[in-house]
Nanobody, 123 residues
């Protein structure tokens, strides 16, 4: 399974970006998916997760109300819509996949992760 993230870039505070992650697996819908990020000098942290069917989602408190995760299983793609971005959102964002389900992702347990995409928010 390979995960390819894209959509990062430079944006001013208050702006928006949409990240995408394409999953190269025939059964992408068999995995819960999620996003993590690593800011400079910090450890990787959970951002958001979504269940296989898309029926459940989870968010870190720091992004609730600003970020929205979604998935299109027909396109093998997971999205992270990021609105009202803040400088503290600056990080490399990684998408992950977990057979165990969304609860595993929330606990930072996953089976696959891809290369990251960099998000920089200027003040």
């Amino acid at each position: 399974v390979q995960l390819q993230a894209s959509g990062g870039g430079l944006v001013q505070a208050g702006g928006s970006l949409r990240l995408s992650c394409v999953v190269s697996a025939r059964t992408e819908s068999s995995y819960a998916m999620g996003w993590f990020r690593r800011a400079p000098g910090k450890e990787r942290e959970f951002v958001s997760g979504i269940a296989r069917s898309g029926s459940r989602t989870a968010y870190a408190d720091s992004v609730k109300g600003r970020f929205t995760i979604s998935r299109d299983n027909a396109k093998n793609t997971v999205y992270l819509q990021m609105n009202n971005l803040k400088p503290e959102d600056t990080a490399v964002y990684y998408c992950v996949a977990a057979r165990g389900g969304i609860d595993y992702i929330v606990r930072s347990v996953y089976d696959y992760w891809g290369q990251g995409t960099r998000v920089t928010v200027s003040s």
